[in-house]
């Protein structure tokens, strides 16, 4: 009940109804407490020689204390408070020492002495995914009523530190931090598969959690998995048409500061247009065309343009981003190679969300004519397939023939199944620049002459071997490099090292920032 944006006075209103003394405010975000910390910090709330008391040394978390209700309402009354203290509820207690008292509760146990890099609380999906392993992994029952030792919390990250890596690059917004608004238009249609939204994802996270941006998807053709995965990250879905003008309007009318557009080339020039007319600033991603030269900031996250598509970029592009150095790696994938590994050992195929050229099948159909490398180092076979794939029921014709084979329809945890696979076959594209970071020995096969082109000039990096083109790719080929990358160690090491010194998985956020500077 109340304001939607006055949670001061929603607190307020509470209190006077429940004729509180004071309030002790539990933030939602702050998932893991330790009650018997609560009962400390009410118990030098009651004394009365504060208007506020908050941790003093402990690791309970931001967003936990206890506030006299007196208090609060001397913060209402005030003249010209910000907008941030009706948001932030006790802010503006304990940010007025000279007016308020401000105390503090100290926890004995050393044990729970302040550790100032442990970020457990929750503001965003790196948060909440973080958390999460960690519910998960110390959750003795599925009662919803069970709390988790906090001293249980603590052991683990002390021992397990490398998950700290999951939100660390999360930076704080300031309380009174005015969010830039950037709007992100990209389409998910069978033709272009998945790759131009998982990118757009992955550069819509760094915008928001390391440049605290307000973000808003504009997508068409959005599918049932993409749709939750925008809704999980904590960003604004629109469903949109084809209709161009429709959309720069809604953009225009929605005062977005930025707008990023990932479409499948050439971008529309009337879209780019009408959008800097109005002070938009835009940026176009993966397209050389005549779109770099009309964008503010034309982005290439990749390492296998031609000579002559990068004199384009040099010749006509206002600013432009390109290069292993720029080159977007999902947030989940680097996540996923921080967790334990299972011992599960098996071959991923994964040939793109739609896969139009049926190539799931015929690698399908070789790799079950190499059954005696199969048996003898005992690999399964797990083959993913995307739910725009219309041969999903022939791949699961042919898997059930075979032995030791197993079908997944959109796994939710793609990136997991990835960083796990002993080795990968794909198909040339997004996914590429992955198994790099994860020095993940692989074979690459082109469904385009296009990407045959540029799968063979990022030969030279040596992180990969070459399938050719899949119109062209033989049995005989196929056996060739397949028993090479299974059973070759010394190959297998050369290509792991070469893919993680190509891909360091920042590349995302290097543009984010050049983005931020042109928008600033």
């Known amino acids: 009940r109340g304001s939607v944006d006055d949670v001061l006075d929603r607190f307020i209103q509470t209190g006077r109804t429940a004729k509180a003394y004071g309030v002790v405010r539990i933030c939602s975000d702050v998932p893991i407490i330790v009650p018997e910390s609560i009962d400390g910090l009410v118990s030098v709330g ?12 402990t ?132 033709s272009i598969g998945l790759g131009h939204i998982s990118r757009c ?116 592009s206002k600013k432009f981003c390109y290069g292993k150095d720029f080159v977007f790696i999902n947030q989940e994938l680097i996540w996923a190679n921080l967790l334990e590994k299972t011992d599960d050992n098996y071959i991923l195929i994964t040939m793109g969300g739609s896969d139009p050229c049926s190539l799931t099948n015929k690698v399908l159909s070789y790799i079950q004519q190499c059954d005696n490398i199969l048996k003898k180092r005992r690999l399964k076979i797990k083959v993913i397939v995307g739910e725009n794939n219309i041969h999903k029921k022939e791949i699961e014709n042919i898997a059930e023939k075979a032995q030791n084979t197993e079908v997944l329809i959109q796994p939710k945890n793609f990136y997991s199944l990835l960083t796990n696979a002993n080795t990968v076959i794909t198909a040339f594209g997004v996914t590429t620049y992955e198994l790099a970071f994860l020095g993940k020995p692989s074979l690459l096969i082109a469904h385009t002459l296009e990407n045959y082109e540029a799968q063979k000039r990022l030969l030279k990096y040596k992180f990969f071997l070459d399938g050719g083109f899949y119109q062209t790719l033989s049995h005989d080929l196929f056996k060739q490099q397949f028993e090479t990358l299974i059973r070759d160690t010394k190959t297998r090491n050369v290509l792991s090292k070469n893919g993680k010194k190509l891909v360091d998985g920042f590349g995302s956020s290097r543009v984010a920032k050049e983005l931020m500077n042109i928008i600033e």
């Open 201 to 316: 994802l992955t550069f819509a996270q760094s915008l928001q959690w390391e440049l605290y941006a307000k973000i808003h998807f504009f997508v068409q053709n959005v599918t049932s998995s993409i749709r939750d995965k925008i809704h999980d990250y904590g960003f604004v879905l629109h469903e949109v048409d084809d209709n161009r003008e429709e959309l720069s309007k809604q953009i225009i009318q929605n005062k977005f500061d930025g707008a990023v557009i990932d479409y499948k080339p050439p971008t529309p020039l009337s879209l780019i247009r009408e959008l800097s007319s109005k002070g938009i600033k835009v940026i176009t991603i993966d397209d050389v065309s005549e779109a770099m030269a009309e964008s503010d900031l034309a982005v290439f996250p990749s390492a296998h343009a031609s000579e002559d598509e990068l004199a384009e970029m040099t010749a006509f």
């Open 46 to 57: 009651k004394s009365g020689l504060y208007d506020f008391v908050g941790f003093g040394n």
């Open 59 to 190: 690791t309970a978390y931001p967003g936990v204390g206890f506030v006299l209700l007196s208090a609060l309402e001397k913060v209402a009354g005030m003249p010209n408070i910000p907008d941030y203290y009706r948001e932030h509820v006790d802010i503006g207690v304990y940010q007025n020492p000279k007016i308020f008292r401000l105390g503090a509760y100290h926890e004995q146990d050393p044990f729970f002495i302040r550790r100032e890099t442990y970020r457990l609380y929750i503001d965003n999906y790196a948060d909440y995914f973080l958390v999460e392993h960690i519910h998960q992994k110390l959750l003795k029952t599925e009662s919803p009523d069970e709390i988790i030792d906090y001293r249980k919390v603590l052991e683990y990250v002390d021992t397990h530190r490398e998950l700290l890596d999951i939100n660390s690059r999360i930076k704080q917004k300031p309380v009174d931090h005015k969010s830039k608004k950037i709007a992100v238009i990209t389409s998910t249609e069978k």
